[in-house]
């Protein structure tokens, strides 16, 4: 790809997108009979969610990627605008569903049918946000940046460390997160025990 930038985004989609889908299949699964390492999975994709893409993802598309393309094309206003009001209410969305979990993990019962549809709808809302990305933006970058503007941007999401995708260096304690997750999980979703 002529762009690594782009191939970057796309694999950080991706890898998000499996553990959005995962989790949400672990909540369609509930506890089980281990109800300890369920909500440790589920703590620990949620805190992923809020650590990687939300501190070192979006900002870049945010302060690099958008306003580039915008100057360009000012036909993507809009798909930007409302992309960056996602962006915006992401840290306070994703603490809000972490906070839900506690509540079932901790009261019980009474708090799962909150969590199980708030949880729904955060991963349709994501995987509809990237999917805009991917489909409005990533686009129109590809014809209107420029060789400078594709050399910055290249530099900056270099440097992101998903361990998801497998492809970058990861930052050790990503690294432990990722390992922790997948060595957790229950299979087809990890490689711990049903």
């Avoid at 997108?17 to 989790?23: E, I, N, P, T, Y």
């Avoid at 990687?52 to 605008?81: G, I």
């Avoid at 991963?123 to 129109?140: G, K, N, Q, S």
């Amino acid at each position: 790809m002529k762009h690594p930038s782009l191939q970057i985004i796309r694999d950080e989609h991706s890898s998000l997108a499996a553990m959005l889908r995962s989790m949400r299949m672990m909540v369609e699964r509930g506890p089980g009979d281990n109800p300890e390492k369920f909500f440790d999975v589920l703590r620990a994709m949620l805190f992923y969610i809020d650590e990687f893409p939300e501190r070192l993802h979006h900002p870049k598309e945010s302060d690099l990627l958008f306003p580039h393309v915008v100057r360009a094309a000012p036909s993507v206003m809009a798909a930007v605008q409302k992309l960056e009001s996602d962006h915006m209410n992401g840290e306070k969305t994703v603490r809000e569903l972490q906070h839900q979990l506690l509540g079932w993990e901790l009261l019980g019962e009474s708090r799962r049918a909150a969590f199980v549809d708030a949880c729904k709808q955060y991963v349709t809302f994501y995987l509809e946000h990237m999917r805009l990305e991917e489909t409005a933006i990533l686009p129109v970058a590809e014809k209107v940046l420029t060789d400078a503007q594709w050399k910055a941007l290249d530099a900056a999401f270099e440097k992101n460390c998903d361990p998801l995708t497998g492809k970058y260096s990861p930052d050790p304690a990503y690294d432990r997160l990722f390992t922790r997750i997948v060595m957790r999980a229950p299979a087809p979703i990890g490689l711990g025990d049903n």
